[in-house]
């Protein structure tokens, strides 16, 4: 590092509202992997191709339609006072899909808190994702029914599991993978760091999907990294690749042959899916405050679901007959959600004691007994009260 790159680096500089023109490495270089411009021409690349019936390119149109449906209720379910907290991931929709539908049943799927498009592609009822979120539960579904992890808090942890996980299937002798993904914030954790040692020295078979939404909170990733994200595998030892993460078919083409090279016993991949966080990180949070609007304008231009279905329109690949469909399916979808969460029972408080351990465990057992004598009290200080 030079004189001036370290005191650079060192300056301290408020992250500042951002406008789209600011020059960031990412901004200026290089190239993306792009299969579907944002206008909705079907462009090739020379190491990606992928070649999608009609049928295939509506259902990932459906996918995505259908994740930003359920997105948005949860969204409204948190305002309304339904759940405690909403992870958005409006904007995300491409890369969550196009990754999540290059997987097979068998490979193994280690998330964030905001992979709710992936979970789609798992099969998990999207109702189950709100518990968690309405805090009558720790999770909400069983992770080895669908080979999808439960959402992961502690940023960065998951990569070191899904690691583990991933060392442990090349030991059976498996041909599946596994996928880790992660934030362009959770890159800076020294967790992603050793996950990426560990996986390259053990050629383990997991690729690392990170999803750029360019913020971390209100960090901007020029705060994560002097380099273009996807170039840190480099340093480790294996490969990665800069996708565009708002054309879903770029995405799907990409993890596919990241999963094919994990498969083939080839090891790691990082793929760096370019994208934008259109809202704001939490419910709990106001980006109104850290990014300017002309920034998520520009985005805009450029989003993930708008762009297929321009292709659709343009090469007759949907009618609009399917629209309407969809949108009657996502109307349906959208009431279901709201629904089941309404009807979401408030858990036992002693439950909170499940699940910590397959097997029990006596401190736990014990942490139980003294929570169930408090409770007691209650009933007791009642009695005594009459
Ligand atoms: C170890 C740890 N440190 C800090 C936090 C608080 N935190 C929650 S989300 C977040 C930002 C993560 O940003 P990024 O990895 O870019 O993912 P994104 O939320 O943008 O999807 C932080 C710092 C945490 N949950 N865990
Ligand atoms: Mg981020």
């Known amino acids: 590092m030079t004189v001036e790159s370290t005191a650079a680096a060192r300056k301290p500089r408020r992250a500042s509202k951002r406008t789209s023109a600011a020059k960031t490495p990412q901004s200026s270089e290089p190239q993306l992997v792009q299969l579907l411009t944002p206008e909705g021409e079907r462009v090739e690349h020379p190491d990606y191709s992928i070649d999608l019936s009609a049928d295939e390119l509506r259902g990932l149109y459906r996918d995505m339609v259908l994740t930003r449906r359920f ?3 949860a969204t409204a379910l948190q305002r309304q006072g339904e759940l405690g907290l909403w992870a958005s991931l409006l904007g995300q929709e491409a890369a969550q899909i196009g990754s999540g539908r290059a997987l097979r049943d068998d490979d193994y799927v280690f998330p964030t808190y905001r992979e709710h498009g ?3 592609c798992r099969g998990v009822d999207p109702t189950n994702l709100l518990g968690m979120f309405r805090g009558v539960n720790h999770g909400g579904w069983d992770p080895t029914t669908n080979n999808f992890h439960l959402y992961t808090i502690v940023i960065g942890s998951q990569t070191l599991h899904a690691t583990g996980y991933a060392m442990g299937v090349a030991k059976d002798g498996a041909d599946s993978a596994v996928v880790a993904y992660f934030g362009d914030g959770a ?3 020294g967790d992603v760091a050793e996950a990426f040692t560990f996986s390259a020295v053990y050629n383990a078979p997991v690729v690392f999907f990170c999803q750029n939404n360019q913020w971390a909170i209100s960090e901007p990733t020029e705060r994560q990294t002097r380099v273009p994200l996807y170039q840190r ?7 990665g690749v800069r996708v565009d993460g708002n ?3 770029a995405c799907l083409a990409v993890t596919r042959s990241a999963l094919e090279r994990a498969r083939r016993g080839e090891g790691p991949t990082l793929v760096e899916a370019f994208t934008y966080r259109m809202g704001a ?6 980006p109104t405050k850290y990014r300017a609007d002309d920034e998520r304008a520009a985005w805009e231009a450029k989003d993930p679901i708008l762009r297929l279905r321009t292709y659709l329109e343009k090469e007759k690949l949907a009618d609009e007959a399917f629209f309407t469909e969809l949108e009657t399916e996502s109307e349906t979808l959208g009431k279901r959600v709201r629904e089941v969460v309404r009807a979401m029972p408030d858990p036992e408080p002693i439950s909170l004691f499940e699940h910590g351990y397959a097997d029990g465990n006596s401190l736990v057992d014990e942490e139980r007994a003294q929570f169930a004598a408090y409770q007691a009290s209650f009933a007791d200080s009642a009695e005594e009260g009459k």
């Open 71 to 73: 997105d948005a209720e």
């Open 118 to 120: 992936v979970a789609w």
């Open 281 to 286: 990180h939490t419910t709990s949070d106001d």
């Open 187 to 189: 890159s800076s954790q």
């Open 247 to 249: 054309d879903v078919l």
């Open 233 to 239: 595998a480099q340093g480790y030892g294996f490969p």
